[in-house]
Structure formats: C-alpha cells, structure tokens
C-alpha cells in the first residue's frame, strides 16, 4: 500500500494572515485593490505581484492596484528581506486569488444557471454558453471575501498563465521617472514640520550638558526636545531645523566614549573577542589519510548600505495615539519596537510604508521612525519630517558585519579534497527591530532610561542562517565541519546587509576551490563540475560558462575567473564568470551571469536584480569599506567613501535558466558571492596572486606581488 499524501497545507504568509478579504477586494469602477505585506525597496517586487494576482484573477494588470503596507490593514508578512518576497508574499497571493476566483464562478454559476466548468474569465467579465455574462464587480456584494483561506486550492498550472512568465512595464517606474511624490523624501502632509536629532559621532558617547540658549533664538524654531541623552529640535522649515541643530550643537557636553577595533586590523580584532560558538554542520571525517593540508584566511571589511537617500520619516501624534510614515522593511516589526519604547499598546501605533531612494538590508530606516515620533510629540499635533544627513547615515546607521574566514583543506597526494574545515568570526548579521523583548532602536539606547545597545544575533540556519550563511558547501565533499564564532561584543554597530554572510563565505569557498583547481591542473569549471551532483547547479555554472565562451585564450593584462553559488543553499542558484583588466588598477570588464530562480514572474525584473546585485558587488569587491579610527567613523562622505561610478559599471549579461514548472524563489541577493569570488579568482588568473582580504585595491595588489616575488 503506498503511503498517504501529506495533507495540503496554506502557504507561510497566507497560514499567518488566512483572511482573504485582507489580499484582495474588489473595488468600484472595475479595479482590484491587492494588500501585500512586503513592500517595494527598489526590487520591483510590486510588478511582480501584481502579475500573479492579475494572472490568476484574468484581469488585465492596469486593473490592479497595489496597496502600501500598514499595520493597519495589510497582512503581517514579517519583514521584506531575504530575497523571499516572491517565495512568501508570490505564493500567498497566488493562493488567495486562485481561491477568490473560485468562488466568484461559484457565484456566477448560480446567478447565470450555468456550470462553473463552461465559465470562463475575462478580464473581470465572466461568460458562457448563450452569451450569459456577468463580473467581479457586479457580484461583489454577493461573494464575500471575509473568509479564511483553505488548503487545496490549485492555481493555474504554468502553461495557462498569460503575465507571470513575461517581462511589463514595472508599475513604480513611472512616478518615479515624472517626480510624482512616491517617495517618503518627497512627500509634504498638511502642516509639516522639520526635525534634526544631535547625535555625536564618538561610539558610546551620552550626552550629559546641554546649554539650550543659543538653539532658543533661532528664528523659526518650534521646540527642543530632550530626552535623557535624546536631543533635538523641531522647526518650521528645513534651513531653520539645521540651524537650530548647528547652535545646540555649540551647547552640548558629551561623555567619553568607547575604544573602536584597529581598522587595519580587523581578523585579530574578530578572533580576539568573546563569542558564541556554534557548530553548523559536520559531515562524517575522512576516511582517505590527507597528505598535505591548505589553511586561508578571507576577511572583508564593515560595509555601508550606501543608500542613495539618508534615511527620513515622518511621525504626528493625535492624543495618545502615533501614526508613522517609514521605509522600513517590516512594519509590523517597527511597530512592535515602537510600542516597547513608548509603552503603548500596539493598537494605538499605525505604521504606513513609503518608499525610500535605495536600501540593502537594515538601514537606518527604523532608527530615523523612533526619532520622528520622539521629535513629534512637541509638535502639537503637526507632522514632524526627520531625514538623516548624509554624515548621519554614514555615522550611526547599522554595517555589514566584518568577517573573518579561515578554512582548512585535506588534500591527498592527487591534490583531491578529503577534508574540509570552515570557521568564521564576526559580529551577528541581524539587530533588526521587533524581534525581541528589547528595542533595536538606536534612540531606544539614548533616552532617559534607556535600554541596552542590541547585540546583533544570527537568524537560525532554518531561516538561512546570518554569519554561516552559505558557509556549508553545495559541493560533493567527503568530510566537513562548519563552525561560526558571533562575537558577543559589538563597538561597531552591525545589522542585516544584503546577503549577511553569504558574500564573505562564497568569497571564500570559491576562491579556495579555485586554489585547489590550479593546484591540479585542471580547469576551474570542470572542477565544479566534477564535485556537484545537483543538475541544476551544474547547469546555471555550464550556462555562464557557454555564454561566455569559456575560456579565452590567454591575454596579458586580461583575466577570466568564476564563482558558484545557490543562495542558502536553498534559493537561487548563480553562476558568474568575470572578466578583468589588470593593469594599473583592477577594472572589472565583463560580467556573465546564468540565473535559476523556478518560475521567474517577470524574467526583466530578474534580470534587473541581477545586473544591480553583480554592480553592488563589484563595487564591494574592488572599493568599499567602513574607515574609521580609534574613536569615530571617518568615512562619513562619498569622498570619503567612494562607491563604483558609472563610468567603472561592467557589462553585465544575463541568462534565466528557464523553470517555469518550479516554485520562484528571490533574484536580489543570489549574485553578490559568485561575483565576488569570479573578480577574485580573475585576478588570480590576470597577475598570478590570490587577494584573501577584501576589498582588492591597487595597494594590496603590490603588496601580494611584493609578497611573492
């Protein structure tokens, strides 16, 4: 007898907020209001879903209107990271429109007399045999929605669908290319007032004076407002609020603060410190005795978000009640944070998404939120804008965590992999806010009675893991052991950056895997090859490798390397082959990327990501790090901290592998470690030295070549 089928199950999001009615309503005048709770950060995410809902609903996609996160009527899809929008948000929608449709056939069969099997949808008009017709709009009060969902609905298969699978117009563009006010920058409600918050740059300093008289006599100013070591003022325009912050600024007495890392010294900083050591994963030992035993170090360095705009929100309190305007990635979880520091029940906070010019993660989206709220309580009763300058964002927002990789390879007399021994040091990669019984909130830590500096954690490795993300390998080999070392010390704040620790630990893996190829002799992609069993792994890595006609034939001054990697080791697979110039300086040429994600709902949007994560990444590689000295961040400036420009972009070229009968899986974060590690491996391949540290610069190039001469 054949055992018995598990019982169907909703997806994740859609067992978390089961009601229909809160995906999707039908609206007057023919529209169809879809209630998302993962919001657009850039990624396109929006398009996307609106393209499965209109799929599965047969309407066309400009009856489709998205509707912007808020805890006060959307679902609580958590946060939107993780490249899982599509994964999560993708598959509840499906579900919850392909249930919706159902039952308005249902209806409509017993309105028209007809069975539902000989109805048929279009665009919202429902027909059948003898012309009889009727719609969602007209059987909206009939067919309540206010139901929750139930398992074994079937959505329509891959081949029947007519907008997933095919490249629209992205329905964000077009505000944003006509300066219509889409972004929270650039949004005035009625009666706005603007806030500035003193901070100094010093890590740990509180302030303790504060000699108010000056800031008093600015003209234009509506408040100051301290809070413990929170400070700041409120005035009726932009100019006034600077100038306000600049004489309170002169009247401030702070406290020492706290000694930071020796920059140039960021791996004994990392293994020096006090930590939680956690074993990831162990693979049984090797049975074939090692003859010879590669031991590397790989690090990179904190890294900014370097979002385009400096984070802003806006907060207006009606009594004891707050509404919030915010780009952050989960408003729920801002709100849970908010009601701790503010010691309100939840009900009492709205939380509204806007978007914002640019975010990769944690940024100081949910920091700036608190500030607002905190600034709008003198305010009357007038919305308070805060946006953080350039130098804040630089100075106070969280970092991509620092790393430290060191992995022992046992290698036989053929130079084969027998054991394999991977060990990482770094801060956690997650601080995010609404996770724990204590605020992340950066004010949280400064008022009056203030609560302790979150300790950034790691997500568990069910969730993808944080520091140990993508550090077991996907490669066939006979013995590992994987173990992460979170520092339980934190001088330099850290949070979620795209990928957490997957860069770093592609980065590594990668690169010593190329060490080992060329230590046999054999070529880098049949290596691959050789130690992975999963198909679609070996397909995305034999498609870059086609579609950049690997491997030239040797050049001076030019190098080609590759990278591997499929996202948690659950996600996207990617593939990247690199094409550098080594001359005076590393320059990046070309970039050649084969992408798997399943099903890709619009296969320009994947691209796009694509393109976008391969240039971050480059940028990453070849220019980006957080400076800083004993006391302060200096790297406070684009000058200061220089990003690719695009006059130094690659070309990127791109292909979807393409899966439609698979369930889609996140593009935005599947790029950034086959990148990094192709670039470096190039390198290795243009001049004859491995770069382990990165960022790779013309100064560390030298350095290796001085090293090894």
Not at 25 to 34: D, L, N, Q, Y
Not at 145 to 171: C, E, F, M, N, P
Request: aromatic share 4%.
């Amino acid at each position: 007898m054949s055992a018995l089928s598990p019982a169907p199950k909703l997806p994740v999001s859609l067992a978390a907020n089961p009601r229909l009615s809160s995906w999707v309503k039908f609206t007057g005048e023919g529209r169809v209001a879809i209630s998302p709770g993962k919001v657009e950060i850039g990624q396109g995410i929006v398009t996307a879903l609106a393209q499965i809902a209109a799929d599965e609903l047969d309407v066309e996609i400009g009856r489709i209107e998205m509707i912007r996160a808020s805890t006060a009527a959307s679902p609580n899809e958590g946060v939107t990271s993780g490249s899982l929008s599509i994964q999560q948000s993708g598959r509840a929608l499906r579900h919850a429109c392909a249930e919706a449709r159902q039952r308005f056939l249902a209806a409509a069969s017993e309105r028209l007399g007809v069975d539902a099997a000989l109805l048929a949808v279009e665009d919202g008009t429902i027909s059948g045999p003898g012309n009889v017709r009727t719609s969602y709009w007209e059987l909206a009060g009939d067919v309540s929605l206010d139901h929750d969902a139930i398992a074994g609905i079937v959505a329509k298969s891959s081949a029947t669908r007519s907008i997933a699978g095919h490249s629209v117009q992205r329905v964000d563009i077009p505000d944003k290319v006509f300066a219509r006010p889409r972004f929270i920058h650039d949004h005035a409600l009625q009666g706005l007032v603007h806030g500035r918050v003193l901070r100094l740059d010093v890590s740990g300093a509180r302030l303790i004076a504060l000699d108010q008289g000056a800031a008093r006599a600015v003209s234009g100013l509506v408040a100051i407002v301290r809070d413990g070591g929170f400070a700041g003022v409120v005035a009726d325009s932009e100019a006034a609020a600077e100038a306000a912050l600049k004489a309170l600024r002169k009247g401030a007495t702070w406290s020492a603060g706290e000694a930071l890392p020796d920059e140039n010294d960021l791996a004994g900083f990392l293994r020096s410190q006090p930590v939680e050591t956690t074993v990831i994963d162990t693979k049984a030992a090797a049975t074939t005795k090692a003859t010879r035993t590669l031991r590397r170090q790989y690090t990179r360095p904190y890294i900014a978000h370097g979002s385009i705009a400096p984070s802003c929100a806006m907060a207006r309190w009606d009594g004891d009640r707050v509404h919030v305007w915010t780009h952050s990635q989960g408003v729920y979880l801002l709100r849970a944070d908010l009601a701790i520091v503010l010691k309100l029940p939840v009900e009492d906070i709205v939380v509204e998404h806007m978007e914002g010019a640019g975010c990769y993660g944690h940024n100081a989206a949910d920091d700036v939120a608190l500030d607002a709220v905190l600034l709008a309580k003198a305010a009357g009763g007038r919305p308070v804008r805060v946006q953080w300058s350039r130098h804040d964002e630089m100075s106070h927002a969280p970092f991509g965590a620092a790393m430290a990789i060191e992995i022992e390879a046992d290698l036989d007399a053929d130079h084969e992999i027998v054991g394999w021994r991977h060990a990482i040091w770094s801060n956690g990669h997650a601080a995010r806010p609404g996770r724990a019984a204590q605020p992340a909130l950066l004010a949280a830590s400064e008022i009056a009675n203030p609560y302790p500096r979150m300790i950034s954690t790691n997500p568990s490795a069910a969730n993808g893991g944080g520091g140990d993300r993508n550090s077991v390998p996907l490669y066939d080999l006979p013995a590992w052991t994987i173990t992460s070392h979170r520092l339980l010390t934190m001088p330099v704040r850290t949070s979620a950056l795209r990928t957490l620790g997957a860069q770093g630990n592609v980065f590594a893996i990668e690169s010593l895997l190329d060490e080992i190829a060329a230590l046999r002799g054999e070529d880098p992609i049949a290596f691959r090859l050789r130690h992975l069993r999963d198909e679609r792994a070996r397909e995305v890595i034999r498609a870059a490798a086609r579609r950049a006609a690997w491997k030239p034939e040797k050049r001076s001054g030019i190098g080609h390397g590759t990278g591997f990697a499929r996202y948690k080791n659950t996600g996207a697979y990617c593939a990247a082959i690199a094409e550098i110039e080594g001359t005076d300086e590393v320059r990046v040429r070309r970039l050649t990327l084969a992408i798997d994600v399943g099903e890709a709902i619009n296969p320009d949007g994947v691209i796009n990501q694509i393109e976008g994560g391969a240039i971050q990444a480059t940028s990453w590689v070849l220019k980006e790090r957080v400076h800083f000295d004993r006391t302060r961040i200096t790297s406070t400036s684009w000058a200061d901290y220089p990003i690719l420009t695009f006059s130094e972009v690659p070309a990127v070229d791109v292909e979807i592998i393409p899966r439609p009968e698979i369930d889609p899986v996140g593009a935005g974060e599947a790029a950034h470690g086959p990148v990094t590690a192709a670039i470096a491996n190039a390198v290795y391949d243009c001049l004859g030295v491995r770069l382990r540290d990165l960022p790779i610069t013309r100064d560390k190039i030298i350095a290796a070549m001085e090293l090894a001469s």
